[in-house]
């Protein structure tokens, strides 16, 4: 990535998504020495803008030894700086630039499973405040080959990649965010007008409540790139059986073929032809790991591949996600967990959406 398109990625991430100001308390959260050249331009802009920035920066390598050696005492340790920074920060910008994405391929998922309950405190105090619009924060990425191979790229290609899906190719991509927020509010607008979504497709026919609950259009406000419309349904009302035919990435393991069975929001049944005892594992997380905390439809054209990436998959056009666990306050969303896993299912062949008995989607395409 050539510096102009460094400075576009660091102006849209702070003027657009987090839209800092003066006075603002800003932390940087690094994940990844190749972030640098962004992560400076971020420390850059906020300063210009009068707020206080800190950066916080960790590497790929201290989660895979902490997961190795901790004891479960240190794995429910949660520090009180990382209480703190939640709770005092009015904007958080996280950047992943990863060396090696498959570092926890081989950690246990028992004690992975067992740190995200301990640290869900932190998670749903973050989502807390962001509902009620106390504090600010997206997530982003930086281009690596570790992320470029995962997605079977060239760096370059990956760069490219990444550049488009955000828009950053053109003049303004400010503009075309904003563009993009109205067709999705537009879409968001009818959803909220209804009350029960059926989710049908290969080896999938799965009912949700979404009575009181609010569908949410994304433009890059949380996520960067972004292009998704979800909710938090009911938290008792899924009932049928959905198939994910992507591979669905979580904490550096992959499970595919992910086949879920649900009665009363529960569920019941689990099965991967890879990855299943993992997957188990992160489904006993917690009392609410396995229910589901989000229903998504995935609206950006500029992704049609999987990548590896969830940031970017969840995303792609033609495409809707599951997540189980922790849901959305600012969705009416109630389930809490250590679990947040979006699970990911293409449409493009023969998936449907109804709402309220009608037919809104067809084959990767809104018809509204």
């Not at 939640?86 to 081989?106: H, Q, S």
């Not at 938090?232 to 992507?246: H, L, T």
């Not at 591949?305 to 996600?321: A, C, M, P, Q, R």
């Not at 979006?342 to 509204?368: A, R």
Request: glycine fraction near 8%.
């Amino acid at each position: 990535m050539f510096n102009p398109v460094i400075k576009k990625y660091a102006d849209v991430l702070v003027d657009y998504s987090t839209k800092v100001k003066k006075g603002d308390l800003v932390i940087i959260y690094a994940r990844g020495y190749s972030a640098q050249p962004l992560v400076k331009e971020i420390y850059k802009s906020c300063l210009i803008k009068g707020a206080n920035p800190i950066v916080r920066t960790s590497m790929d390598e201290l989660a895979e030894t902490f997961i190795k050696y901790a004891t479960d005492e240190q794995l429910q340790y949660i520090d009180e700086m990382s209480k703190i920074e939640v709770e005092k920060a009015d904007v958080m910008i996280f950047i992943g630039a990863p060396d090696n994405i498959k570092n926890m391929t081989n950690a246990d998922s028992s004690k992975i499973a067992k740190r995200a309950k301990a640290t869900h405190p932190i998670l749903a105090k973050r989502l807390e405040r962001s509902a009620n619009g106390d504090m600010r924060w997206v997530i982003a990425d930086y281009p690596t080959n570790a992320l470029a191979q995962e997605a079977s790229m060239s760096l370059e290609e990956y760069s490219e990649f990444l550049i488009n899906s955000c828009y950053l190719d053109l003049d303004n991509p400010t503009q075309k965010w904003i563009e993009i927020d109205e067709e999705q509010k537009r879409i968001a607008n009818i959803l909220n007008e209804t009350s029960k979504i059926r989710i049908t497709g290969d080896k999938t026919d799965i009912t949700f409540s979404t009575q009181g609950r609010k569908w949410i259009p994304c433009s890059g406000n949380m996520n960067f790139p972004d292009g998704e419309i979800f909710t938090s349904p009911v938290e008792n009302s899924a009932n049928g059986r959905v198939y994910f035919d992507f591979p669905q990435n979580y904490h550096g393991s992959t499970s595919k073929e992910v086949y879920l069975t649900f009665v009363d929001g529960k569920v019941v049944e689990a099965s991967a032809q890879v990855g299943e005892e993992f997957l188990l594992d992160m489904l006993n997380t917690d009392l609410g790991s396995r229910f589901v905390g989000e229903v998504a439809i995935g609206t950006n054209e500029r992704i049609q591949n999987v990548t590896g990436n969830i940031l970017f998959d969840e995303k792609i056009g033609g495409s809707i996600h599951i997540a189980l666990g922790s849901s959305y306050p600012e969705a009416g969303g109630k389930n809490q967990s250590g679990l947040h896993w979006d699970m990911i299912k293409n449409m493009k062949n023969g998936g449907k959406i109804f709402v309220d008995d009608k037919l809104i989607y067809e084959n990767g395409k809104f018809i509204i």
